[in-house]
């Protein structure tokens, strides 16, 4: 309650009542001494006395308000100091804990730019640039780091999140200022401003070793380690993705299944480690003869299948030709410097002539390459129209 008077009305107060005191003891003392001591000797003394208790007691209270205010003040200025410290001290112990982020911490509106208010020192760790250099977009803006799509899709997040008035958490690639890309973590919530404004508040954290590791954990999960093909796995998703599309806008797509002839032979005459370098070979010659719309996958040993998209059975036959006679005329490097003549027999199976499903093709492309391997190898075989009855 007292806190609200202001300290004018405070010592008016005091001065006032100091006042009416002063005057009604003076008022009424001098009265009851007149009437009490009528001799003026004894007045004379009382009077005196009567002085010297007034002075005694105004400053016995002036002593007690004063070493109250004075305690007070002590109290208040120990309690400002102590808040002071405490406050520098986390402030030290934000700003060690923000300059140690592997990334950084940053305040900044949400805008087109991402203008940025604050940026922790870890910026120029991250980004290339210093943080006056991104303060108020100073030379480059947060937003010019990003990818054009990325950005749409981030404001679309964030906008979100600030709807639900939630926090929010994205990943997202940035060119630094040398040129080069890193991926980034973000997490952060809106803040209201005193003015009411909202601004974000967050953190950017580098997570390009962990994209990397996810990459390479990824292309592991994808890839066949010798040739660096796609899998048996990630080769019927293709496949099926493929089909998928072709039977949507009524396209024909081609199999070709492609198998070594007597490449037994190749491990058994030179070893292991040569039939190994033929199969990488092999493998890249296939893939620097075909277009960049079809997809190679090796299935398993040294069997292989080629997708091929909006192929019908003409241009699939020529291409399985065109493949065979490419591998007959190029012998087949063996790691040592010799090489080896190697040929392949093919199969092809075509949508939607052979059959309707991913599994129904493959069938229909190695039962025609089993043909291919009776006709003598080195040769490409269609699959019979009637496969198509027992494939479906
Ligand atoms: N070097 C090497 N050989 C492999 C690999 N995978 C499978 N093979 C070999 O491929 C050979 C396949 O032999 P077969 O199935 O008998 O067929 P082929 O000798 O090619 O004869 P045809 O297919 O009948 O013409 C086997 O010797 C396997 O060991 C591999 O990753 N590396």
Not at 76 to 88: E, K, P, S, W
Request: with cysteine; charged share 25%.
């Amino acid at each position: 309650m007292n806190e609200n008077r202001t300290p004018l009305r405070r010592a008016g107060w005091a001065a006032l009542v100091y006042l009416i005191a002063g005057f009604a003891w003076i008022a009424f003392s001098d009265t009851a001494a007149e009437a009490w001591f009528p001799d003026p000797q004894t007045l004379s003394l009382v009077q005196t006395w009567k002085g010297f208790l007034f002075v005694l007691t105004t400053g016995l209270v002036l002593f007690v308000v004063l070493l109250r205010q004075l305690t007070k003040d002590r109290a208040l200025l120990t309690l400002q100091h102590n808040q002071r410290q405490a406050l520098r001290k986390r402030e030290r112990q934000l700003q060690v804990l923000m300059d140690n982020l592997p990334g950084m911490a940053y305040r900044c509106r949400y805008d087109p730019h991402w203008t940025m208010l604050f940026v922790s020192q870890g910026c120029a760790r991250l980004t290339g640039y210093e943080p006056e250099d991104l303060i108020n977009n100073r030379v480059a803006s947060y937003a010019s780091l990003m990818d054009g799509e990325d950005n749409e899709r981030i404001m679309t997040e964030v906008q979100a999140a600030l709807d639900k008035d939630e926090s929010f958490s994205l990943e997202y690639a940035l060119t630094r200022q040398d040129g080069s890309r890193i991926w980034v973590w973000e997490r952060g919530r809106g803040v209201e401003e005193e003015d009411g404004s909202v601004v974000l508040e967050g953190i950017v954290l580098d997570i390009s070793d962990r994209k990397t590791l996810e990459n390479e954990l990824e292309e592991l999960a994808t890839r066949d380690p010798l040739t660096g093909l796609f899998n048996r796995r990630e080769m019927s998703r293709v496949l099926e993705e493929e089909l998928e599309r072709a039977r949507r806008y009524q396209r024909p797509m081609a199999v070709l299944w492609v198998d070594f002839d007597h490449f037994k032979d190749v491990n058994d005459t030179f070893g292991h480690a040569a039939g190994d370098s033929v199969l990488r070979s092999i493998s890249r010659l296939l893939l620097g003869s075909v277009r960049s719309v079809d997809t190679i996958g090796r299935f398993g040993g040294e069997e292989f299948v080629i997708v091929l998209p909006e192929m019908d059975l003409e241009e699939a036959r020529e291409t399985a030709e065109r493949l065979r006679r490419k591998v007959a005329d190029e012998p087949q490097p063996l790691g040592n410097g010799q090489t080896v003549p190697l040929t392949i027999s093919v199969g092809i199976a075509v949508y939607p002539d052979h059959g309707q499903t991913a599994s129904a093709l493959c069938a229909a492309a190695d039962t025609a390459m089993y043909l291919a391997k009776e006709r003598g190898r080195n040769c490409v075989a269609m699959a019979h129209l009637h496969d198509r009855v027992h494939n479906q």
